[in-house]
C-alpha cells in the first residue's frame, strides 16, 4: 500500500468526495440487486415446499448480513479512529468486495447442496460487517473535510451516491428484462449485474488509495485504544441509543422505498418486473435530489425542525398513502405513493445524518456513529423486506408494511425532541456542533 505522503492530494472537494463515496456505491449496489433478485436468488439458493417459505429464507439471509453491523461497527470502526478514516475506508472496501464476490461465484443449490446457501450466508455476513463502518467512515470523513457551515451538504453526498448504486443497478435491471427471456434471467442472467459489480472493485480501490487523510484528523493529538472506545461509549450510551432510534426512521424508508419496492410491485401489487423498476429508479433520482437540498437547507435553518417534520409526516401519511395505492393499483399511482416516501425519506435523512455526526463525541466518531447506524439498520432496517413480508401475510392487509414506516416516524420524532432537548439543557459549548443545531 503506498504511504499517503506519497499520493499528490486532490485540490477539488468534488474529486475527494466522489473518491471517499465510491465503497457507499458498491454496498448498496450490491444490496440493491440483492432484494430486487430475491424470487430468484430463493429459487437458486433457498429451494422450499412453497415459494413464500423460500423467499422468507432469502430475506432472512438479507437481513443476517445486517446483524454483523454492530460488530463491524465496533471493531473496525475503533481501527478507523485510531489509524485514520483513509486507511480504515480502504480496509473496509476490501471486506466489502470479498463478500460480493463470493455472491455473485456461488454455485446453485442444485450443483452444491448446502454449501450454496452456506457460502451466500458467509457473503452477506462479511458484508455486513465491512457496511458496520463504512457508512459511518464515509460520513464522518465528509464532515471532517467539509467547507465551515456546508456540513450538511458535504455529508448529504453519503446517502447520494446510494442513490447512484441504485439507479444503476435498475437501468442494468431493466436492460436484462428487456434482452433475456424470463427463464434466461431465472436460470443464469440475475448474476449478470453481481459480476459487473466485481469488475468495477479494482476500479473502486484504485480512487480510493488516492484519498488524503482529513486535516481534522490528523491534529488529533490522542488516538482511542479499543478499551478506550469500549469505554468511551459506556460512557456515552445514551448518545448512542437516541442516535440508534433517529437512525430508525431513515433506515426502514430507505430499505422500503428502494430494496423492498421491486418485490411488493411484482409479488403483492401484480405489476410487471419493468414497470416495478421504473419506479424503482425514478425514487433514487428523487433520493438523489432532495438529499442535498435538505442537507443544505439544515444548514441554513438547522437540523432539528427539519427532523421534526418530516419525521412527523411519514407517521400521518405513510398508511394512508399506501391504503390508496394497493386499493388503486397502477405503475402512476404507485409512482406518486413512491415519490412522496421518497420526499419523506430524503428530507429526513438529508438532515438526520449530519446531525448523528455532531452528536457523537469527536474522539470516537467514527464508532460511535457507525453502532448507532448499525444497530438502527441491523434491528430494524434490515428486515424491512422480512417484516414487511411477514406483515402482509399475518394481516391480509397489502398495505401493512406501512405500519412498519409509521413506527420508524414514531421513532424518528420521539429521538429527535429527546436529543434536541438534552442539547438545549446542556451548558453552552459542551457539545460540537451546537451552533448547527
Not at 427532523?307 to 405503475?331: D, E, I, K, Q, R
Not at 402512476?332 to 425519506?345: G, K
Not at 434491528?379 to 420508524?408: D, M, Q
Request: with cysteine; charged share 10%.
Amino acid at each position: 500500500m503506498a504511504d499517503p505522503a506519497t499520493i499528490t492530494p486532490s485540490r477539488s472537494k468534488v474529486a475527494t468526495v466522489l473518491r471517499v463515496t465510491s465503497g457507499n456505491f458498491l454496498e448498496m449496489f450490491d444490496f440493491f440487486l440483492f432484494g430486487f433478485y430475491a424470487t430468484y436468488i430463493s429459487k437458486a439458493f433457498f429451494p422450499a415446499e412453497n415459494d413464500y417459505a423460500s423467499l422468507m429464507l432469502t430475506f432472512v439471509t438479507f437481513g443476517a448480513g445486517f446483524l454483523m453491523r454492530p460488530l463491524g461497527a465496533i471493531f473496525l470502526g475503533a481501527y478507523v479512529d485510531r489509524v485514520g478514516r483513509r486507511r480504515g475506508l480502504i480496509v473496509t472496501l476490501g471486506i466489502m468486495a470479498a463478500g460480493t464476490i463470493l455472491i455473485a461465484c456461488v454455485p446453485s443449490y442444485q450443483s452444491i447442496g448446502l454449501f450454496a446457501p452456506f457460502l451466500v450466508l458467509i457473503g452477506r455476513l462479511l458484508q455486513g460487517f465491512s457496511a458496520g463502518v463504512e457508512l459511518g467512515g464515509v460520513s464522518v470523513y465528509l464532515a471532517e473535510m467539509a467547507t465551515p457551515g456546508r456540513k450538511g451538504f458535504y455529508v448529504s453526498w453519503q446517502s447520494g451516491s446510494q442513490q447512484v448504486a441504485i439507479m444503476a443497478s435498475a437501468l442494468i435491471g431493466y436492460a436484462l428484462s428487456r434482452t433475456l427471456a424470463p427463464a434466461d434471467v431465472a436460470s443464469w442472467g440475475w448474476r449478470i449485474p453481481f459480476i459487473i459489480g466485481c469488475l468495477i472493485v479494482p476500479f473502486l480501490f484504485y480512487i480510493r488509495r488516492s484519498l488524503e487523510e482529513t486535516q481534522e484528523f490528523l491534529h488529533r493529538k490522542q488516538r482511542p485504544s479499543l478499551p478506550e472506545v469500549f469505554a468511551s461509549l459506556g460512557q456515552n450510551w445514551k448518545i448512542v441509543l437516541l442516535g440508534m432510534l433517529l437512525v430508525v426512521m431513515t433506515t426502514v424508508s430507505f430499505y422500503t422505498i428502494t430494496v423492498y419496492t421491486p418485490t411488493f410491485g411484482k409479488s403483492v401489487l401484480k405489476l410487471s418486473a419493468e414497470d416495478s423498476l421504473i419506479v424503482t429508479f425514478c425514487v433514487a433520482v428523487s433520493n438523489f435530489i432532495w438529499l442535498p437540498v435538505m442537507g443544505a437547507l439544515s444548514d441554513k435553518i438547522g437540523r432539528k425542525p427539519i427532523l421534526l417534520v418530516f419525521s412527523a409526516l411519514t407517521l400521518l401519511t405513510a398508511y394512508p398513502a399506501l391504503a390508496w395505492l394497493v386499493a388503486n393499483v397502477s405503475f402512476t399511482n404507485m409512482l406518486i405513493v413512491l415519490l412522496w416516501l421518497s420526499f419523506l425519506y430524503g428530507s429526513y435523512n438529508g438532515a438526520m445524518v449530519v446531525a448523528l455526526t455532531e452528536i457523537v463525541p469527536a474522539h470516537v466518531r467514527t464508532t460511535g456513529f457507525s453502532l448507532a447506524y448499525s444497530l438502527a439498520t441491523a434491528l430494524f432496517g434490515g428486515f424491512t423486506p422480512l417484516i414487511s413480508t411477514w406483515l402482509i401475510e399475518a394481516t391480509g392487509n397489502r398495505a401493512a408494511p406501512a405500519f412498519w414506516l409509521v413506527f420508524a416516524g414514531a421513532c424518528g420524532l420521539v429521538a429527535t425532541l429527546l436529543i434536541y432537548r438534552e442539547r438545549s439543557a446542556a451548558p453552552a459549548g459542551a457539545a460540537q456542533g451546537a451552533a448547527a443545531a
